[in-house]
T-cell receptor, first 115, second 113 residues
Framework: NAGVTQTPKFQVLKTGQSMTLQCAQD?????MSWYRQDPGMGLRLIHY???????DQGEVPNGYNVSRSTTEDFPLRLLSAAPSQTSVYFC??????????????FGSGTRLTVV | AQSVTQPDIHITVSEGASLELRCNYS??????LFWYVQSPGQGLQLLLK??????LVQGIKGFEAEFKRSQSSFNLRKPSVHWSDAAEYFC???????????FGTGTRLQVTL
């Protein structure tokens, strides 16, 4: 049971380049989220999904796109990378019980540097 | 909108001493509350969660937290800290179905031997 798998682990992009951060989970969780972590700012929600075909914006969605065509996968696309997007990105998934999310399982992160 | 405050950026305790990490939240109704731990270079691991019911919740690794509605707090405690507990700790709050979590800025715990 792999849990939440993120690829790549490290990436360096040039300003203006695009790329996709991959996230896959094998726990049949309906909820998935993308967060970015910056020093002194905790984790901030970028986009989230409550099921296949359903996505919504979080706190800091600008410059990022997501899609959820299957339950397992939730890729994050950077449309035109900017230095401000240098960060560590975490994908997370969860199931619900009793009407609420039971706590997210996090991937190990992707460290992205934009130069 | 919900928010979380972790007033202590950095805490140092001696191994074997007790620990309390503070977390205050802002939300109009009863929230979902979580504590996560992050070791350097790693993802976040769920320590414990509160949804409803008993206000004292037990988690993994000997941690517990108490929900106090009157103080809008969800402080994390451990009676005796081990050197392996050195990490960064995040409190998080979720509204509604808790599909969206709001995290605090974290407290870095250092343990001295």
């Amino acid at each position: 049971n792999a849990g939440v798998t993120q690829t790549p682990k490290f990436q360096v992009l040039k300003t203006g380049q695009s790329m996709t951060l991959q996230c896959a989970q094998d726990m049949n969780h309906e909820y998935m989220s993308w967060y970015r972590q910056d020093p002194g700012m905790g984790l901030r929600l970028i986009h989230y999904s409550v099921g296949a075909g359903i996505t919504d914006q979080g706190e800091v969605p600008n410059g990022y796109n997501v899609s959820r065509s299957t339950t397992e996968d939730f890729p994050l696309r950077l449309l035109s990378a900017a230095p401000s997007q240098t960060s560590v990105y975490f994908c997370a998934s969860s199931y619900s019980r009793g009407g609420g999310v039971c706590g997210y399982t996090f991937g190990s992160g992707t460290r992205l540097t934009v130069v | 909108a919900q928010s979380v405050t972790q007033p202590d950026i950095h805490i140092t305790v001696s191994e074997g001493a007790s620990l309390e990490l503070r977390c205050n939240y802002s939300y109009g109704a009863t929230p979902y509350l979580f504590w996560y731990v992050q070791s350097p270079g790693q993802g976040l691991q769920l320590l414990l969660k509160y949804f409803s019911g008993d206000t004292l919740v037990q988690g993994i690794k000997g941690f517990e937290a108490e929900f106090k509605r009157s103080q809008s707090s969800f402080n994390l405690r451990k009676p005796s800290v081990h050197w392996s507990d050195a990490a960064e700790y995040f409190c998080a709050v979720g509204a509604g179905t808790a599909s969206k979590l709001t995290f605090g800025t974290g407290t870095r715990l250092q343990v001295t031997l």
